[in-house]
């Protein structure tokens, strides 16, 4: 159980075109869904919170319309990176809460996504 | 503001020996601690979480203690494998949620065979 899903893995992309990464959870709802953005042999930095219905909510210094965010439904959310350049180029990470409390309100996470921009 | 220190960078032991991962944090509030693994290339997986209404959680090889007067928790791993090699992170709650975390910096633990 506790499973989210993060596609795609790997996305290779050229400089200035968009990308969308999708994050499901698959066994449990989540109104609240996180985005995480980590480099190389560092901790996680959290982007930004994204709530079902609602805006996301974005930490300080993250641009929101660069990196786009919609939460359409409990078990979906989706980060676009807008325009992307080399300088986005890292690990992000998406991770669910369990709303109904089936596991017990913790955090798990998405297998991430490899995004490098040439 | 509110952080969590992790202790070692990086752990080399043998296969079979013990291995424990030392965090501070400094949000007396802060009443929820889990552990994530990462494995290259991977998202974090929760391998052992505990409340500050206990001082300690084992589940098989793995084990959590927690000191709330001293505000440090530790990672104790046990009988260590070759799978057990990835980084570690700790993580404290903000206040007494299960969900909005201060994070370590990670340990890289290498079990050398």
């Known amino acids: 159980g506790a499973v989210v899903s993060q596609h795609p893995s790997r996305v290779i992309c050229k400089s200035g075109t968009s990308v969308k990464i999708e994050c499901r959870s698959l066994?449990?709802?989540?109104?609240?869904m996180f985005w995480y953005r980590q480099f190389p042999k560092q901790s996680l930095m959290l982007m930004a919170t994204?709530?079902?219905?609602?805006?996301?909510?974005?930490e300080q210094g993250v641009e929101k319309d660069k990196f786009l965010i919609n939460h359409a439904s409990l078990t979906l959310s989706t980060l676009t990176v807008t325009s992307a350049h080399p300088e986005d180029s890292s690990f992000y990470i998406c991770?669910?809460?369990?709303?109904?409390?089936?596991?017990?309100?913790?955090?798990?996470f998405g297998s991430g996504t490899q995004l490098s921009v040439l | 503001g509110e952080n969590v220190e992790q202790h070692p960078s990086t752990l080399s032991v043998q296969e079979g020996d013990s291995a424990v991962i030392k965090c501070t944090y400094s949000?007396?509030?802060?009443?929820?601690f889990p552990w994530y693994k990462q494995e290259l290339g991977k998202g974090p997986q929760l391998i052992i979480d505990?409340?500050?209404n206990v001082g300690e959680k084992k589940d098989q090889r793995i084990a959590v203690t927690l000191n709330k007067t001293a505000k440090h928790f530790s990672l104790h791993i046990t009988e260590t494998q070759p799978e057990d090699s990835a980084v570690y992170f700790c993580a404290a709650s903000i206040g007494d949620s299960n969900y909005q975390l201060i994070w370590g910096a990670g340990t890289k633990l290498i079990i050398k065979p």
């Open positions: 991770s669910a809460r369990d709303l109904y409390g089936k596991f017990d309100e913790k955090l798990f």
């Open positions: 505990i409340r500050s």
């Open positions: 949000d007396s509030a802060s009443n929820y």
């Open positions: 066994d449990f709802q989540a109104t609240t």
């Open positions: 994204s709530n079902e219905g609602s805006k996301a909510t974005y």
